[in-house]
């Protein structure tokens, strides 16, 4: 158990149409990074947020969102849905690093099943 | 930009015996740090063990030990005395850093260990 959870456990849904997925992190941790993990592949870094400020950002399009809120719950917004958003988006939280002190394991959740039909 | 190669798509193992997983990597830092991260069907993604680059001295943690080849940017994984339950996909990750600290996986190598 790393502390961390993310709802749903699964999602259905159909191309073109918006989808919020939630994380909420380890008490305590204010750094939260979204990956996505295609079937049979590594996860891929999709963005990471700071006290509520995006941190940084991989290669993927606008259409990926997300907020950071107070209580350190987390979301992933994605619009106009495409088949290949189909993937397993898992959240991480972590220490922020750039302060005195270093903690670099990032403690992942369960995930969020996506399909896109 | 850093990459990591895993090229043992699967491999399997006698239960007791021991396993080498293989990873290499690219990165033009010098500072950095290495994870396996294991996760089994429930998808949990869960730390096995961490290399910071600047160790010479490999990690070990109880049965599982790295090979950490700096120079060679290599960065193996032993388990020994294999159980039932280390059956899952286990990735290799660097983390880079400046700016936002992300992790770089793997595609995995999907660990079979068979009674």
């Known amino acids: 158990e790393t502390g961390v959870t993310q709802s749903p456990t699964h999602l259905i849904k159909t191309r073109g149409q918006q989808v919020t997925l939630r994380c909420s992190s380890q008490?305590?941790?204010?750094?939260v990074s979204w990956y996505q993990q295609a079937l049979g592949q590594g996860p891929q870094f999709i963005f990471q947020?700071?006290?509520?400020?995006?941190?940084g950002r991989g290669n993927f399009p606008p259409r990926f969102s997300g907020l950071q809120f107070p209580n350190y719950s987390s979301e992933l917004n994605v619009n106009a849905l495409e088949l290949d958003d189909s993937a397993l988006y898992l959240c991480?939280?972590?220490?922020?690093?750039?302060?005195?002190?270093?903690?670099?394991?990032?403690?992942f959740g369960p995930g969020t099943r996506l399909t896109v039909t | 930009a850093q990459t990591v190669t895993q090229s043992q798509p699967e491999m399997s193992v006698q239960e007791a015996e021991t396993v080498t997983l293989s990873c290499t990597y690219d990165?033009?830092?010098?500072?950095?740090?290495l994870f396996w991260y294991k996760q089994p069907p429930s998808r949990q993604m869960i730390l096995v063990i961490r290399?910071?680059?600047?160790?010479?001295q490999n990690a070990t943690e109880n049965r599982f030990s790295v090979n950490f080849q700096k120079a060679a940017k290599s960065f193996s994984l032993k388990i020994s005395d294999s159980q039932l339950g280390d059956t899952a996909m286990y990735f290799c990750?660097?983390?880079?850093?400046?700016?936002?600290?992300?992790?770089?996986f793997g595609k995995g190598t999907k660990l079979t260990v068979n009674p």
């Open positions: 947020y700071y006290r509520e400020e995006e941190n």
């Open positions: 990165t033009s830092e010098s500072n950095y740090y």
């Open positions: 991480a939280s972590s220490l922020e690093t750039r302060l005195a002190g270093f903690s670099y394991e990032q403690y």
């Open positions: 290399q910071e680059a600047y160790k010479q």
């Open positions: 008490s305590g941790h204010n750094t």
């Open positions: 990750a660097f983390l880079t850093q400046g700016g936002s600290e992300k992790l770089v």
